[in-house]
């Protein structure tokens, strides 16, 4: 093998590497050919990895419009009591983490809450990251002889995404509360890809070959790209309003709206790049210690250079989404509660990618190699959570939660942790 070449080992925007790991050109192969005229060439390679896995960036940015939330209201709840005049705990949980309930907070009153999630995606529509296979061919393919050989490649891309969300929540009113959350993210993006020329149209191993100086005459059929980096910064902010609509003893029913601004720079994968609405309904129950919600929403995406073209700065709509989630919360003591969500995701017409075989044949030889292969469609992503909340002195709760990917459509990690702290005042 020969030794690991960078093609830019850190890049100046993380949403480029894609497009960055083997060079500006594509992947140019050395050559000895004598041309007609008397001079050599580099040969050009080019590949649906390259020129489409930027899709990639769009799966990646899905993901991050639709990343879980933790619920800006307070695990204390309120409602007046007229007969008393004073305002009341509403439930005896501490509500859910990733959802909503329809109680609100209270006039006057205000929830800060601040958790970290971790994500480190591994697979892409159950492809395991670690292994991509793509084929490059070469530029006039059609024309046959020594232009029929390709090139194969491996590639591992290691992505992961810390994400630190402080939100603040206000209630204008016993049934309004309004909300900003903030969240800072941290991305990494690393790949790596080894590539082999497969000599189907050649045999000279000075017509085809990547310079290496441990081989033979320093030339060799193997090479090690690689590429990547990482960025931290602000990411998209979200204000929300909730509005309780209806009231019937310990059910209610809430709407509300999420708007995504993008405050994230998208081109280092910290945001989406877009604007995001996103109106939602919550409704919510109270059977002594167990209370159960629902929610519903449809998430409206903009335009992002995610979507389109990094380079040229050309904008093309995200994939819009549709969400719902079911789960409870139960009030195990008066200081503790568990909460569990099933959560799933609509995603329409969105990039996915599959793994086909590429028939390649030559004048000396044929071969089957694993490719990939960019299509859309519109697919489901779902999810299960399981956590806690502990109050540990007066208005002071800890939060604990697991999510769990279920299936392997779209960009998934297996498991993400959250950990978090809320304060009521």
């Known amino acids: 093998m020969a030794t690991p070449a960078a093609a830019q080992s850190r890049p100046p925007r993380l949403a480029s ?7 500006p050109n594509g992947l140019v192969v050395n050559s000895e050919e004598v041309l007609p005229d008397g001079s050599t060439h580099s040969a050009h390679f080019n590949s649906t990895f390259q020129s489409n896995f930027s899709q990639f960036n769009i799966a990646l940015a899905s993901q991050l419009t639709s990343l879980p939330l933790p619920s800006p209201a307070s695990g204390f709840t309120y409602r007046f009591d007229a007969a008393t005049g ?22 006057g009153k205000f929830a800060f809450g601040y958790n970290f999630q971790f994500y480190s995606f591994d697979q892409l529509e159950g492809l395991d990251l670690s292994t991509v296979p793509a084929v490059f061919t070469h530029d006039d393919r059609q024309l046959g002889g020594g232009r029929t050989d390709v090139v194969t490649t491996v590639s591992s891309i290691d992505i992961s995404v810390g994400q630190w969300t ?4 206000y209630g204008l009113s016993d049934w309004l509360d309004i909300s900003l959350a ?15 020329i497969e000599r189907l149209g050649t045999v000279n191993p000075v017509i085809h070959f990547f310079r290496d100086p441990d081989a033979p005459e320093g030339v060799g059929r193997n090479r090690n790209f690689e590429a990547g980096g990482s960025a931290s910064g602000i990411g998209d902010l979200v204000v929300r309003a909730k509005g309780a609509v209806l009231r019937q003893g310990s059910r209610g029913l809430a709407l509300g709206v999420d708007v995504r601004m993008p405050t994230g720079d998208e081109r280092n994968l910290l945001g989406s790049g877009a604007t995001g609405v996103k109106p939602f309904v919550a409704y919510s129950a109270a ?5 159960p919600h629902l929610n519903a929403a449809y998430q409206w995406n903009g335009s992002s250079v995610l979507a389109g073209d990094v380079k040229t700065g050309e ?15 139960v009030g195990v003591t008066e200081r503790f509660s568990m909460t569990v969500d099933w959560l799933g995701r609509w995603s329409m017409d969105s990039p996915r990618v599959r793994v086909q075989p590429f028939e390649a044949v030559g004048p000396n030889a044929s071969g089957t190699f694993d490719d990939i292969e960019i299509f859309h469609e519109s697919f489901w992503i779902s999810s299960a959570a399981l956590g806690f909340k502990a109050n540990l002195k007066g208005s002071f709760l800890v939060d604990f939660n697991l999510r769990f990917t279920v299936g392997s459509n779209g960009l998934t990690d297996r498991v993400t942790p959250l950990v978090g702290i809320e304060y009521a005042f």
């Open 182 to 196: 903030v969240p800072l993210v941290n991305t990494s993006l690393h790949v790596s890809s080894a590539a082999q």
């Open 287 to 291: 059977f002594q210690r167990i209370s």
């Open 315 to 329: 904008k093309a709509d995200l994939p819009d989404q549709f969400l719902y989630a079911i789960g409870a919360d």
């Open 86 to 107: 004073t305002f009341v705990r509403s439930t005896r949980s501490f509500g859910p983490i990733l959802t909503d309930r329809a109680e609100t907070i209270g006039r």
């Open 17 to 23: 590497v894609f497009n960055d790991l083997f060079g």
């Open 166 to 169: 402080g939100a603040l929540t």
